[in-house]
């Protein structure tokens, strides 16, 4: 029988270097909706997850979804910082090979249980897009935000390299996250991370394709 929740994952602010009641919160709504997803994952569970008390949830966030919202602005800044700013492939110096490096990363990441890899407002957004305007409009903000994020490095690409005729980098970008986004929900279906990772090499094929790279 599976775990009944989840790990703990929390950050520190680094004001502080403590974490608050609110962090602690929005890391465990985060940790807990991926494992279970949001609409079978309750204020309780979140409140047990975090270690705190439902007054302390009630004392900052007015609803779940109200969570919901914040988490996923939060895991926004989780991406910033675990995908695009802190790997080695981040550093490469030609456009290209960062772009190529960035879909290697995302394949090393698929490993172990899908609510180890997979994403967060991309699960949420699956259940909640036709019920809570709130929780859409800040999952397509999330998944907006990685785009125009990863745009950046295929636009300098395409500058330094060119690419396949009516290419767009905002396009590719958006495709590239949405072979991730399918990817994660095939791992889910087939159990097991390898389904995901065919998609995913696929893809850095496709992207070498397009700029003609051997």
């Known amino acids: 029988m599976p775990p009944s929740r989840p790990s703990k994952v929390a950050t520190p602010s680094p004001a502080t270097g403590t974490v608050s009641a609110r962090e602690k919160l929005i890391a465990a709504a985060i940790a807990t909706v991926r494992y279970k997803g949001f609409s079978a994952t309750s204020v309780d569970e979140i409140c047990q997850a975090a270690g705190v008390t439902k007054g302390a949830f009630f004392h900052h966030f007015a609803s779940k979804e109200a969570l919901a919202v914040a988490a996923a602005g939060a895991w926004t800044d989780i991406a910033e910082q675990r995908i695009f700013t802190?790997?080695?492939?981040?550093?490469?110096?030609?456009?290209?090979?960062?772009?190529?490096?960035?879909?290697?990363?995302?394949?090393?990441?698929?490993?172990?249980?899908?609510?180890?890899?997979?994403?967060?407002?991309?699960?949420?957004?699956?259940?909640?897009?036709?019920?809570?305007?709130?929780?859409?409009?800040?999952?397509?903000?999330?998944?907006?935000?990685?785009?125009?994020?990863?745009?950046?490095?295929i636009q300098r690409a395409i500058d330094t390299h060119g690419i396949a005729?009516?290419?767009?980098?905002?396009?590719?970008?958006?495709h590239i996250q949405a072979v991730l986004q399918g990817a994660f929900i095939l791992a889910k279906a087939n159990g097991h991370p390898v389904i995901a990772r065919d998609s995913v090499i696929h893809l850095k094929r496709y992207v070498a394709m397009l700029f003609k790279k051997e």
């Open 86 to 153: 802190l790997p080695d492939w981040t550093r490469l110096a030609d456009p290209l090979d960062r772009l190529l490096g960035h879909i290697d990363f995302r394949l090393s990441m698929l490993d172990g249980p899908a609510e180890d890899f997979t994403c967060f407002v991309g699960t949420m957004v699956q259940e909640s897009y036709n019920s809570s305007d709130p929780i859409r409009a800040a999952c397509d903000a999330s998944l907006r935000a990685y785009a125009v994020r990863l745009a950046e490095d």
């Open 165 to 174: 005729e009516g290419v767009s980098a905002f396009s590719l970008a958006y």
